[in-house]
């Protein structure tokens, strides 16, 4: 079956860096992927998105520290995260849009998520 398995997250301190990975198995294709995260008491945010031509798209609060990238080949994305901050505490997901087997519809997947905590 389709699984989404993200690693990567951990503790660090303010204005270091982490790297997230996503990796997708059980596969047919995989399209756009994207990364969201979501804070204690809040709701999931989008972060930031990358197409299969390698198209990207950030929101404005991460748009200068974060870097997404992917390999298709591997059907795996990243999330490369700089100057962290404290804000950025979150619980870290992957969310890909998937066409699981052939002549099945494409359908968006989630990750389990993985804790990023920025503490000095």
């Known amino acids: 079956q389709v699984q989404l398995v993200e690693s990567g997250g951990g503790l660090v301190q303010p204005g270091g860096s982490l790297t997230l990975s996503c990796a997708a198995s059980?596969?047919?294709?995989?399209?756009?992927m994207r990364w969201y995260r979501q804070a204690p008491g809040k709701q999931r945010e989008f972060l930031t998105s990358?197409?299969?031509?390698?198209?990207?798209n950030y929101t404005d609060s991460v748009k200068d520290r974060f870097t997404i990238t992917r390999d298709n080949a591997k059907s795996t994305v990243w999330l490369q995260m700089n100057n962290l901050k404290p804000d950025d505490t979150a619980v870290y997901y992957c969310?890909?849009?998937?066409?699981?087997?052939?002549?099945?519809?494409?359908?968006?997947?989630w990750g389990q998520g993985t804790q990023v905590t920025v503490s000095s």
């Open positions: 990358i197409t299969s031509s390698w198209t990207t």
């Open positions: 059980g596969i047919f294709s995989i399209n756009t």
């Open positions: 969310n890909a849009d998937i066409v699981p087997a052939v002549g099945r519809p494409m359908t968006a997947y």
